[in-house]
């Protein structure tokens, strides 16, 4: 598999962007598809529309459903995301999302709930900003040169943040038109890495 962070082409960056709803379908994940559709086209409008901008316990589980779906599913850390208080999900998120663009604070908000960790809460304020906030993924980031092995923690995500946030920017300059985000780019690599894989095999 070729890799797709060294490619300047504006064009190999739009086709791996555009595959990616066929790379979350050919998961043929249970519910996935669905959930990718509400994160992606629902979730970032509900949260705009709030004053202030919130997240419900509601959204914070399907959120973690979807990004476990995605990856990896871990049901301790689900059960304990649906144990949160629904109140304490609202304060905490809106104190988070009220924090953006700072690119550590929201993150460690939102990781003093139940079950939540840097890869969840990138997920949500990667929803409301995803020009600062990609999604904390570790097959985007084994893509990503000299980040070192993979560690859900704040310190790791900030790296990979950063590096993402530079590598939109370079899409920026290069592809004026496509509207690159840090969020994009690391959509755009994951679905790379999920078709890469199915050639390999």
């Not at 924090?99 to 139940?114: F, K, V, W």
């Not at 939109?168 to 994009?184: I, K, S």
Request: proline fraction near 6%; charge should be neutral; aromatic fraction near 8%.
């Amino acid at each position: 598999m070729g890799s797709l962070w060294s490619d300047d082409d504006c064009a190999a960056w739009a086709r791996a962007l555009s595959g990616y709803e066929r790379a979350i379908e050919s998961r043929a994940v249970s519910r996935l598809a669905d959930l990718d559709r509400w994160y992606r086209d629902d979730l970032p409008g509900l949260l705009a529309a709030r004053d202030p901008a919130h997240l419900t316990l509601e959204e914070l589980i399907r959120v973690t459903e979807w990004k476990m779906k995605r990856g990896a599913w871990r049901a301790r850390n689900l059960a304990l995301v649906r144990g949160n208080d629904p109140d304490e999900v609202r304060r905490l998120s809106a104190d988070a999302l009220a924090r953006i663009p700072d690119p550590r604070r929201p993150i460690a908000l939102l990781a003093q709930l139940a079950g939540v960790g840097p890869a969840t809460a990138s997920a949500v304020v990667a929803a409301a900003h995803p020009a600062v906030y990609p999604f904390f993924d570790e097959d985007v980031a084994a893509q990503i040169p000299d980040l070192g092995p993979v560690a859900f923690t704040l310190p790791y995500y900030l790296r990979y943040a950063a590096r993402l946030r530079d590598r939109a920017a370079r899409l920026a300059a290069a592809c004026p038109a496509a509207g690159w985000t840090a969020h994009a780019a690391g959509q755009a690599l994951w679905a790379s890495a999920a078709c890469g894989t199915r050639r390999a095999e």
